[in-house]
């Protein structure tokens, strides 16, 4: 199994969303990272077949997917960053509507067992039976995952797919993907770090359109070393750290205040461990969210 891209280009008139793209993924997980406009949604539904590259090419075992066709749909699962959902079907309604949608040869009880399947890997079997119109935003999320993965497919597209999700169904779905992605390709887009730091064979950094890197995770830490510090710093000074520094994080103590500062050149304080949300920062240049600090 293989997906390869290769100078995968999309243009919206005299806007290049996606500029000469390539990449080649064995099975595992990839993580595709970037902050919102980065062109991870746009490259993930060309792979997904729903839009048509403006020049190069998608390849699945070095097939072209638009002449795979059917073949090519029969093996992707797809979970869309915005999932069209049937607000007045019940869970297990729409479920057997989209097996029958993806051509699933079963007869009702293999049907029913599948849905029965999926549905517990997404932790919504209780609610089964429940109207997807009253669903919270985390739960219709885990229906689209549940739907992507009915015909339990080679090359799983996930966009977004922790979007709207608590902390614990976070480490669930993360928990859950990382099991079953053992014999499928898995690509998933996010701007959130944590959702893959652990889990993703490599890490894929778009920026603007343009794949800046692609490497494992571990590689990408250790070109940090040296680049992340722990710097003291009077509570009055904190502004305007936070105006000319990549600050990381802000610890607040008894008497001072603790920053965590990515430079290329040394800020005074001491060297510290560098993680995979450093590398996110170095590349995208912002500041941690006041939620993370």
């Known amino acids: 199994m293989n997906l390869s891209v290769k100078n995968l280009t999309k243009k919206y008139g005299s806007k290049t969303a996606l500029d000469q793209v390539s990449f080649s993924l064995d099975p595992g997980i990839y993580g595709l990272l970037g902050p919102n406009g980065a062109g991870k949604s746009t490259m993930i539904n060309m792979i997904a077949g729903i839009l048509r590259p403006t020049a190069g090419e998608i390849l699945w075992d070095g097939e072209e997917i638009r002449e795979l066709d059917r073949k090519y749909r029969e093996i992707l699962g797809f979970q869309p960053q915005q999932p069209g959902l049937y607000r007045d079907f019940r869970a297990k309604e729409f479920l057997r509507y989209m097996s029958a949608v993806k051509g699933l040869r079963q007869t009702r009880k293999e049907m029913d067992k599948n849905i029965d399947r999926v549905l517990d890997l997404v932790n919504l079997r209780k609610d089964a039976g429940s109207m ?17 993965l009915l015909n339990d497919p080679k090359l799983l597209l996930l966009d977004e797919p922790t979007a709207g999700l608590d902390p614990k169904e976070r480490i669930r779905l993360r928990n859950t993907i990382a099991t079953i992605a053992l014999d499928k390709v898995v690509l998933w887009t996010t701007h959130i770090v944590s959702d893959i730091e652990y889990i993703a064979r490599e890490i894929l950094i778009l920026k603007e359109g343009k794949l800046m890197r692609s490497s494992e995770p571990a590689d990408l830490v250790q070109e940090m ?41 040394y800020p005074g304080g001491e060297n510290t461990e560098p993680a995979l949300e450093d590398v996110y920062l170095y590349y995208f240049r912002e500041r941690a969210e006041e939620g993370e600090r």
Request: proline share 5%; charged share 30%; glycine share 8%.
């Open 132 to 148: 997807i119109g009253a669903f919270s935003g985390g739960m219709k999320q885990r229906l689209s995952i549940a739907q992507a």
């Open 225 to 265: 070393e040296g680049k992340v510090f722990l710097v003291p710093v009077r509570p009055e000074d904190v502004p305007a750290w936070e105006e000319n520094a990549l600050i990381g994080n802000v610890q607040k103590r008894e008497r001072d205040v603790l920053l965590r500062v990515i430079s290329d050149e």
